[in-house]
């Protein structure tokens, strides 16, 4: 029997840019084992979220990621608005809407800039991909008033507007500055001959693993919260489809994410020509109810659940969270198996796990 | 700012070369991560003045430093620590490396950069005590995220303060994100109350006193500040305005607060202390200003003033035309 090498992938490594520790193990120079090792980014949300009351959780919550801190913010308000039987107007959901899907375009760029990277791409097209982020970045800029970390939603509504017509021209015309980098990305990264047959992970493994987000929808289960159980916030009214894939591999990975980010630029072009008028926020505020309800969003990378228990006093007596990043792990696992050390950067970054969501 | 080697001109060897980035993420939300990346981009779009992100210590001119630091990712940092360059610049970037600002009260979290800000603190919470000592940044650059540009500024400066750019190329305005207008604030305490990163104190300062009369310091920390404006939403007179704009780099913590002073004054019936009235916003709000006796009475005391005059309709009525012949008006 050969010997085992056992390799850690360490955090504070530029190869995964997150402090997260995968160790494996090596037999035949093939990974046989993998082990994943968190707690360098914890920061113990859930208990700091029962120290505070609702406003500041909003606040707090938005702060567990910094990549996808809309979702966070937007499961938390339809939990406790389904608690509440509170109906939000049609403009607010619009808004939130919005500001989801520009969300998941500015994070579906990111595993492209890590691929660019690993494949030592050209300077050019990784600042293409760059310029891109930096595109959906001034967007969400434009209708929030900052880059990251924008605090939108409230109970009950959303603190943003979109007052002048001509932010939504602007924002109209900054969508067609996303065909050049996703055309790039699809012509010079996915072309490599590396990426087909890596990291597979067949339907069946994808289902039993509890895989979620576009690493399920890249092996064929067509999962999507927007879509099943009648959607939410105003995806029920907007036109799109969800992008599947039966091959399962690293290279379907990021074609899903393209194909995804052409599909929220569709959602947004229908919402900035069809925003409802009418109020940002349930006026009068609304009436909290104390009591027991949970609650999941499609976040960019899988589904986002919230379950929590409200006091009498209108505190947070229990939080439970969890996000796709927990259940995509097992998945991950799965897909290392058997691969060689080199490709293991490489299918981390195509499962793109986000640490600051795992760890909170 | 201390410059300690000689001022480059464009032309010099050394302004050319990349200046060599280390990035050490502490982990927090992942925010500052993605700001930090965009540098990438102003490098490729700058001119002169590059930087580059490097994977060894040794070889970096700068550590930057981002995030709430768990005291597993302390133990790598002080590892780390100990690899680098002594002439090497540090940087600390974000509201958590700087203050802790969230996540100081879950016990076991530190702002890595807080224990050199000793006096003043990162949430104004003397309970609290930062275990690190170690890292000693040359500057700060604070914000929830920071803006790319403040970022990228901050590395200007201390690429300036190593000699690696001239000083004119580093000058910067550092102007303030919080707007506090002292005049209009009625020293509720509702932005204390609210601010979810403690930023915000109002105490009573002795040591500002005027003449005999004794006043409240309002203060907001920048640093821990997450421009999340809930502050500036419930405020009742619009006294805290939040700029969209501004330069946040200072060389210590202690410089990112904005401090403000209400003047107290005596009841005219308890002789306690109250906050003065706002006279600008009342006379905004109600379009004239009210009899001057009234301001000068506290809440309390203005109560109980009411429900005399208030007795009967009849007598409240004879009050406000009494007021009004006083007033001439």
Known sequence: ?360 | MNVAGECSSPNDPRYSQPYSVFVFNAGGCGGCEFEVLSLFLHSQQSEGFRCKFVSQPESADLILLFGSLKREAYQVLKAFLLRFNPTCQRLAVGACAIAGTLFKSAGWIAAPCAGTAQGLPHAFDSSWQNPIQEFSPNLYVAGCPPTPEDIWQGLHRLACCSGRLSAEAARGVETNRIEFHSELCLGCGLCQQICPAQAIRLSIAQELAVGEAGSILVEFNQAACLFCSLCEQLCPTGCLKLRGSGTLIRQRPQEFVVRGCLSLVRCLNCQGWMVAMPKDFIKQTLGSLPDQRWLELCPTCRKIASARYLKTAAEGLQHLHQLIQERGC
């Open chain 1, 1 to 360: 029997m050969s010997p085992t090498s056992r390799l850690p992938l360490d955090p504070y490594l530029p190869a995964i840019g997150s402090p997260l520790t995968i160790e494996y193990d090596l037999q035949h120079g093939r990974v046989s084992q993998v082990r994943v090792s968190l707690g360098y980014a914890q920061r113990g949300i859930e208990h700091l979220a029962k120290k505070q009351n609702i406003w500041q959780n909003l606040i707090l919550l938005q702060r567990i990621c910094g990549i996808c801190p809309i979702s966070h913010t937007l499961c938390f308000c339809q939990t406790l608005e389904s608690l509440a039987k509170v109906q939000i107007p049609r403009r607010a959901a619009y808004l939130r809407t919005l500001v989801a899907e520009i969300e998941r375009i500015q994070s579906h760029l990111l595993p492209l800039i890590c691929l660019a990277a690993h494949l030592n791409a050209s300077s050019s097209c990784l600042r293409l991909l760059f310029e891109a982020r930096e595109a959906a970045a001034a967007m969400l800029c434009l209708l929030t008033g900052k880059r990251v970390n924008y605090d939108v939603n409230q109970i009950g509504g959303v603190r943003v507007d979109l007052k002048k017509a001509e932010v939504a021209q602007t924002m109209l015309s900054m969508l067609g500055s996303f065909d050049r980098p996703l055309d790039e990305a699809r012509g010079s990264l996915l072309r490599h001959e590396r990426l087909k047959g890596l990291g597979f992970l067949s339907s069946q493994a994808a289902e039993s693993s509890l895989a979620t987000g576009p690493v399920a929808r890249a092996s064929g289960l067509a999962r999507d919260l927007r879509k099943e159980g009648g959607g939410y916030a105003a995806y029920p009214e907007l036109k799109f489809q969800i992008p599947t894939s039966s091959r399962g591999d690293v290279l379907a990975r990021y074609e899903i994410r393209i194909l995804e980010i052409i599909e929220s630029i569709r959602m947004i072009r229908q919402i900035l020509s069809s925003l409802p008028q009418g109020k940002l926020s349930v006026d009068p505020p609304p009436l909290l109810l104390p009591g027991q309800a949970a609650g999941s969003v499609e976040a960019p990378r899988g589904e986002n659940h919230y379950q929590l228990t409200l006091s009498a006093h209108l505190q947070i007596e229990q939080i439970k969270i969890t996000t796709p990043t927990e259940y995509n792990l097992e998945a991950l696992k799965m897909m290392l198996m058997d691969a060689q050390p080199e490709d293991v950067p490489l299918i981390v970054a195509s499962a793109d796990p986000c640490y600051a969501c795992l760890e909170r």
